[in-house]
């Protein structure tokens, strides 16, 4: 078994159960790419097991903070039977559900999707990827299920100095390999491509907003819809399930809106209630105050403008644009669903930006609401990192 030794103070992130080992904290030791190695203080203390990444400046991951925890096939059924235990005591009102959230669920660099009776897996980093066809064993076991398609092309892989891998990694021969699933959330039916969709195939996270989203829409009476990066139009269907009367989808993936369009003819809505726009969202805000376009609700649900607390200042210009013009386009007493999902901004910072975007607008509004991502999506206390997407709901102030 191979030691990695701390510099003398930096075993203080290790005893606070935080997983990460930064490459600046290590005095000495070294293994390959994915090895099991143990974790030691200065003084040889024992700290953890992980997952050593020779490529990557996060070195090593905690696998487990238990010194008699042995890293084996059987360590990763253990983990893996846990989070689906916790996966099935949740009121999930759909069966698609995230079954494996990274560290939230004691393993990094895993991320792990149900789609119906599909499964789609991405391994990010050494450890993961080393232990590929164990974890791939245990999820077949655990979930009974027998298909698993893997979409471990995420860029983040480049930093641990890992190729870009897509395929099936479990299905059964002789069987269908199709990649298109058809999912139900709160009722609703939606299909997902693995193979073709962005991650691993839909943003599960949203799925909590959605529901409040289509419930606002009924209680507030709400007509007009904008659904700003719609992507496959999940928001759409909420608005058209909550009673709205025009929808319109915007997003920059033809793909993606082919198959909102989709979405509404197989939740047998009128087609000639939804209007797709393939542009871009910033400059299609910009078209609609001039064209003096009113909107009863907007939805904005952006792709991630910073990973990293660096970034935030050019993602917070982004931001507070598409708020400020997503305000004008609002009637008053109208519903804007804003949400960042930009690890490197904060809840706080997020909600200073949205006020700024209504300083601007000259306009004032109420929070009715705060979301975060869908219970399946957990965060545990010691790894605050988890914290990513964020929303609020806000009523505009009525003249
Ligand atoms: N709200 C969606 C998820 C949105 S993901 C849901 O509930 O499923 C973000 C989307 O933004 C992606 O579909 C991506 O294609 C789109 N996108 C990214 N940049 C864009 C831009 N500048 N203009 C329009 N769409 C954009």
Redesign the pocket.
Known sequence: MKIIKLRDGKERSLLKRHPWVFEGSIASGRADSGETVRVESHAGEFLAWGAYSPASSIRVRAWSFDAAERIDAAFFERRIARAVAVRARLPIASDAMRLIHGEADGLPGLVVDRYGDTLSAQFTCAGVERWKPAIADALLKITGLTRLYERSDASVRELEGLPSIAGWLRLPTGTDDGTEVTIHEHGWRLTVDVARG?KTG??LD?RDS?KLFADCVRHFGVRRVL?????????SVAALAGGATEVTS????GP?LERATAHVALNEFDAARHTAID????ATLRRFVDEGRRFDAI?L???KFASTAAQAERAARAYKDINRLAFMLLEPGGLLFTFSCSGGVSADLFHKIVAGAGLDAGIDGQIHARTGAAPDHPMTVTFPEGEYLKGLVIVKQIA
Do not use: K, L, M, W
């Open positions: 962005h839909y943003y949203q959605r659904n700003c990066y719609s992507y496959t139009g999940g928001f915007v997003d920059s993936s993606a542009a871009d969202v910033n939805v649900d952006p792709p």
